[in-house]
């Protein structure tokens, strides 16, 4: 007898794989243990390897039919670390609930973009796209720099002045 193979099963296990070890995912791992690390002071080590394990599990579960993984993912791991503080917590003695803490969760990429008027979201793709240019300049530098980009793409100085104070804000 000859095996079958599942072709579309192996085709979804190596994206799945590739997306695991796509850099924009550690990073993601990395905000959200972050985040998790300055509220509460717990050793982000410990709260890296519990988001990753949690990553991990989280690709068992993802349906594509769903949604998009890094949303699925980011509620995952928040989820997960919720669940791995209450337990610290209780075996340390020292709060009884989650809620105690003011826990400031990292906002998801796709609500993040969502709620961004037009001029911001085509100033944070300009940023993003080019993020090495713009690491490296003073925020003066990076202002003056996102000008003279959006100028020449045709915008006015009032757009321009519009998106980045609406940018501003919604990284507030």
């Not at 519990?50 to 995952?76: F, N, P, Q, V």
């Not at 906002?107 to 713009?134: H, M, R």
Request: proline content about 2%.
């Amino acid at each position: 007898m000859n095996p079958t193979v599942n072709l579309s099963g192996d085709l979804k296990r190596i994206g799945i794989l590739n997306y695991l070890t796509s850099m924009e995912n550690i990073n993601l791992i990395r905000k959200i243990a972050w985040s998790f690390h300055n509220t509460t002071g717990l050793d982000w080590d410990d709260l890296f390897s519990e988001a990753a394990l949690a990553y991990c599990e989280g690709l068992k579960t993802y349906d594509e039919k769903k949604g998009k993984i890094s949303t699925h993912m980011w509620h995952r791991i928040t989820n997960h670390l919720n669940d791995y503080l209450k337990q610290e917590m209780r075996d340390n003695g020292h709060i009884d609930y989650v809620s105690d803490y003011d826990v400031d969760y990292p906002v998801s990429p796709q609500f993040f973009f969502e709620g961004l008027s037009n001029e911001a979201y085509e100033i944070a793709k300009l940023v993003l796209t080019c993020s090495k240019k713009f690491a490296v300049l003073t925020p003066e530098q990076a202002d003056s720099r996102i000008y003279d980009v959006m100028e020449n793409r045709g915008w006015s100085s009032e757009k321009i002045k519009r998106g980045l104070a609406d940018l501003i804000n919604a990284c507030k």
